[in-house]
């Protein structure tokens, strides 16, 4: 243990914050750390165009080409973040020598998967994956045409099936996240028909009941995305509404789908006063949902304290969405995701009993003060604490090693 981490261990017990409690909470907080980063969302379906108003700009040298590279990658990152990590996977990131249509996906299509997480003892997270496909490109659960809209009902309850697989087979419970693209570059007529369709097709794959120990089904709403800037039918007002009518599902909030002024942060605690349980998207949002990498930010912080200090960590999932494809990919999955595992233990940090009691004796001077004193406390020394009691690399450490496999591997490519 360092002298530093001893200091400040004092500093903080003196404004009344237990270390070892904030790191033993974040230790076991799971982080689900997104496949997608690695291969700019392609996937191994042999596509190489992204589409459904979503982009990875950049083209740095090293993107993961195949299912091997990807975890080769992937195993380099989970090595740098500390603490209880998942991995996120999307329904086109299957394992299969022969194409196979988005609504014929099994669980056998997956299964190397599990044994890859079961190898490395963590759990899977899955998303339907409605976008990049010629099938979709007039929508996909709002689509006018039935028979289209029938093939990505089957495409949801493909993936159910295969997200309850993950969940018995690896024992942990597996997240799945649904997001459609469908939307209009123009605002259409009828703005209710394809909200009316998409209810239906929401009802007709949420019928089947699942074993919510394995898996949770959850609901990603957007603003706008590049060709559907005017009208989105899987608006927030509308998965919300939904999501309230139907409590075993769960709403995503995704930092980069509302209002450029519009934060997160200030709606988990609604969500919370309604719903068992949610899901976070954490991105960031640059002037449009760009999905850059996670910042140390104010916002990523706030996210943060929200769950903390509504004593919410078992009620909030929390998932990474970002992709960046103009840096080193593995450097740029690893910075986000220890950022994310930071802006937590700031949280965590935080002498949340104490604010409190401040607050209802209406001292809010002292709370301000208070607040802004915890900026500045030594929060680096825990960090490195943390990060040396769970095994991977301190400080600067990881990128020197990330460095050397670009230069090994993923450069090469
Ligand atoms: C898109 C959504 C969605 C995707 C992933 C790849 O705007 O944020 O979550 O980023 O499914
Ligand atoms: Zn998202």
Not at 23 to 42: F, R
Not at 99 to 110: G, I, M, Q, T, Y
Not at 213 to 235: H, M, N, Q, W
């Amino acid at each position: 243990m360092s002298k530093m981490f001893e200091l400040a261990k004092e500093q903080y017990a003196g404004i009344g914050v237990d270390v070892e409690k904030a790191m033993e909470l974040l230790a076991n907080a799971p982080l689900s750390i997104h496949c997608w980063q690695g291969d700019d969302v392609l996937g191994f379906e042999g596509g190489e165009t992204l589409t459904g108003g979503i982009q990875a700009t950049g083209n740095y040298p090293g993107r993961a080409r195949n299912i091997a590279e990807l975890r080769s990658d992937m195993e380099k990152v989970l090595s740098y973040v500390p603490g209880a990590k998942k991995v996120n996977l999307h329904a086109n990131y299957l394992d299969s020598s022969k194409p196979v249509a988005r609504d014929e996906l099994e669980p056998k299509h997956f299964e190397t998967w599990v044994e890859w997480a079961n190898a490395l003892g963590i759990g899977l997270d899955f998303n339907t994956t409605f976008f990049s496909s010629p099938l979709s490109e007039k929508g996909s659960l709002t689509n006018p045409d039935e028979g289209l809209r029938a093939f990505w009902i089957r495409h949801a309850k493909c993936v159910r099936d295969i997200a309850e697989y993950f969940g018995r087979s690896t024992g942990k419970t597996c997240v799945t996240n649904h997001w459609i693209h469908d939307g209009e570059k123009e605002v259409p007529i009828d703005t209710v028909g394809p909200r009316m369709r998409l209810i239906d097709s929401l009802n007709q794959i949420f019928a089947e009941k699942k074993n919510l120990e394995y898996t949770r089904d959850a609901l990603e709403s957007k603003l706008f995305g590049i060709g559907s800037e005017s009208y989105v039918p899987g608006s927030n007002e509308f998965y919300w509404a939904y999501v309230v009518q139907h409590p075993e599902l769960l709403i995503t909030m995704d930092a980069g789908h509302f209002h450029p002024t519009e934060l997160i942060s200030s709606k988990i605690s609604t969500v919370l006063c309604f719903a068992e349980k949610m899901l976070l998207h954490v991105s960031r949002p640059v002037r449009w949902d760009s999905d850059h990498v996670v910042l140390l930010d104010d916002e990523t912080r706030q996210i943060m304290r929200e769950v903390v200090r509504a004593d919410a960590l078992d009620r909030v999932y929390i998932a990474l969405d970002y992709f960046d494809a103009s840096i080193n990919r593995v450097i740029a999955w690893t910075v986000g995701a220890r950022n994310a595992r930071k802006a937590l233990l700031a949280a965590l940090l935080e002498p949340v009993d104490k604010l409190k009691k401040l607050e209802a004796e209406g001292d809010n001077s002292s709370r301000l003060a208070l607040q802004q004193e915890l900026l500045t406390m030594p929060m680096g020394a825990i960090w490195d604490e943390f990060c040396e009691r769970q095994g991977v690399p301190v400080g600067t450490k990881w990128l020197e090693d990330a460095k050397k496999y670009e230069r090994e591997v993923t450069i090469k490519r």
